[in-house]
């Protein structure tokens, strides 16, 4: 009876397998590998890439079908939807390049990256810790190089994203794409016409805070920093959405944070 007992969890390896199998597939959806319209490798060629079984292929697939980002067709094979319906991949769609849209994403970016920051502080590995740092070094080398830095800043926060070990967080903050960084984005609110070096300057140093926090491990030192750092933001955007000029505005009257 005991040993039946022990016996029992076994079957827990299969969802767990088609987990992984679901996360792969789903982050080569978002990063555009597979593409709109194009047809998914054989079952039989996906049990060979990831080494699981035709059962595990097949309930994965049913999971991305459900969250309707792929479409199986009878004698033809599974597809990748042309218009995803998943919540995620709605809000690409769904918000603007307005100012006013800026301020709405960077609410929806507080209440997950917060959060995000003191779960990287606790979760994150060695390897995660240094590609958050390659990206700011990258956003320095951007701002040495008088090159836009959204992409670098967007890389810092992802990186973050990624340390918390939970794919919901990345899933949400690559569904929002550039506009997880709107001042870089929505003309005219672009980095290269509107934003100073000292503007930049600053949203480097409040990555560091973030980023410093992360490496010491200190949850809410990091969640706090985070806080800081997104607050600031959006009342640099308030301005702006009120008509200020952030050219105008200087270093020792510019809120803290980015």
């Known amino acids: 009876m005991s040993e039946t007992i022990l016996q029992e969890p076994r079957p827990e390896r299969r969802p767990k397998l088609a987990d992984r199998v679901v996360a792969e597939l789903r982050q080569q959806l978002i990063a555009g590998t597979l593409a709109p319209g194009q047809k998914l490798p054989t079952e039989s060629r996906l049990t060979q890439t990831y080494g699981v079984s035709r059962t595990v292929v097949r309930e994965a697939i049913a999971a991305l079908a459900a969250d309707g ?16 319906a998943s919540a995620f991949s709605l809000i690409s769609a769904e918000v603007g390049n307005k100012i006013s849209h800026a301020l709405n994403v960077l609410e929806v970016r507080m209440g997950i990256e917060i959060e995000s920051a003191a779960l990287a502080a606790q979760r994150r590995n060695s390897a995660q810790e240094a590609r958050i740092y390659e990206a700011y070094a990258d956003f320095d080398r951007q701002l040495g190089a008088r090159q836009a830095t959204g992409k670098s800043d967007f890389a810092i926060h992802r990186a973050i994203a990624a340390a918390t ?34 503007y930049q300057v600053g949203l480097q140093r409040e990555h560091w805070k973030i980023i410093k926090a992360i490496s010491a491990g200190d949850g809410q030192a990091a969640r706090d920093a985070m806080r800081a750092h997104l607050t600031a933001s959006q009342q640099r ?21 980015s």
């Open 69 to 84: 980002l792929v479409e199986p067709r009878q004698g033809a094979g599974v597809f990748v939807v042309e218009q995803p």
């Open 165 to 198: 070990n939970n794919p919901f967080y990345v899933e949400v903050l690559d569904a929002l794409g550039g506009r997880t960084i709107p001042c870089d984005v929505a003309s005219p609110w672009g980095t290269e016409s509107v934003l100073t070096v000292d």
């Open 237 to 257: 955007y308030r301005e702006r959405l009120a008509g200020f000029d952030p050219a105008t505005i200087t270093t020792a009257s510019r809120p803290r944070g």
